[in-house]
């Protein structure tokens, strides 16, 4: 019940059995700390690079975005070519995603966003820590954004 | 020129691209994590505010990896300005610095403009518009789509789902709409 809740509109749903202290989740820390420089120095985070590959004047976010789909589609086939298990030896698994009307309605809007802020969730946090501050804002927004869907979802096309 | 000045440089998308790419498996292998982070505004949803809301009412504490890995984000955007900053000025396109020059947008140091990143901003119309209407446009359609940029173009397209290649398409169409309809009205 409990998954079945939080599996709606979201892709990233897992249901491990094993008990974890909770530095283990250090380990998550870590890699984000490392995504987060690679978002800083490749300016992914940049609102200027945003703007940029929206009018075409710029092949640079075109080329992070499609090598990580091309990075991240390899290491996808190979787990499941080679059944690669997690650290913990659990089996690594994949849900499939049902397609909605979200996916249309929704994503328009969340490009609207994007095109707007210049940042997808991602970058919002890796902002706030090269000190934009006020990019809090946006964040605070954006769970308000959040808890209005939640609030109005039954009302929504599906 | 020595390691750390080239580490300073800006990074090529060759470069950038697969070690995000990477964050896919990594996360996998770990612990069979599913590369997103728009959920975590659900999560601060569920943990702050559940307000009896079915959408909100389930156990978010299975789900602190990913709060984990934001407050890594940030510290990793905290680590990089402190130690790895670029010296040089940020280049952009010229036809995009010439644009942004007609709305008096002319400082390029930052990641963000300064000019329209600020608390003095939000005072105005057109600040509160891009900050809060943007950031709550990002939130409400990225849970509406059931993930963002991570989670259904990174995420999704590297597991072949084609719900996320549609999700990925209007999220592109979506921005072309803002960046060039909408954006030079709201700005100019």
Known sequence: MDNEIRSQDTICVNESKLEHKWYHNGKYLAVGILFGIVFVKAEVISWFRIQEMFRLQSFHMYGVIGSAIITGMLSVWLIKKYRIKTIYGEPITFTRKKFSKGQVIGGLIFGLGWGLTGACPGPLFAQIGTGAVVVSVVILSAIAGTWVYGRFREKLPH | ?188
Not at chain 2, 48 to 65: G, T, V
Not at chain 2, 77 to 98: C, Y
Not at chain 2, 109 to 127: A, I, K, T
């Open chain 2, 1 to 188: 020129m020595n390691i750390i000045e080239l580490i300073k440089q800006p990074w090529p998308w060759y470069i950038a691209g697969p070690l995000i790419g990477l964050t896919v498996p990594a996360l996998l292998i770990l612990g069979n994590k599913h590369f997103g982070i728009s959920a975590n505004l659900r999560h601060a949803c569920a943990t702050c505010f559940p307000a009896n809301i079915p959408f909100f009412q389930y156990d978010y504490k299975k789900e602190i990896w990913n709060l984990f890995f934001i407050v890594g984000i940030f510290f990793g955007g905290f680590l990089t300005t402190t130690f790895l900053a670029n010296p040089l000025p940020v280049k952009i396109h010229p036809a995009l610095a010439q644009e942004l020059a007609t709305y008096g947008i002319t400082d390029f140091s930052n990641m963000v403009p300064r000019q329209l990143f600020n608390w003095e901003n939000l005072l105005s119309l057109r600040g509160i518009l891009m900050l809060a209407g943007g950031g709550f446009l990002v939130g409400f359609g990225s849970r509406y789509a059931g993930g963002c940029t991570s989670g259904h173009a990174i995420m999704g397209l590297s597991d072949l789902q084609w719900p996320s290649l549609v999700a990925t398409c209007c999220f592109m169409a979506g921005g072309f709409i803002m960046a060039n309809l909408f954006l030079p009205f709201l700005l100019g």
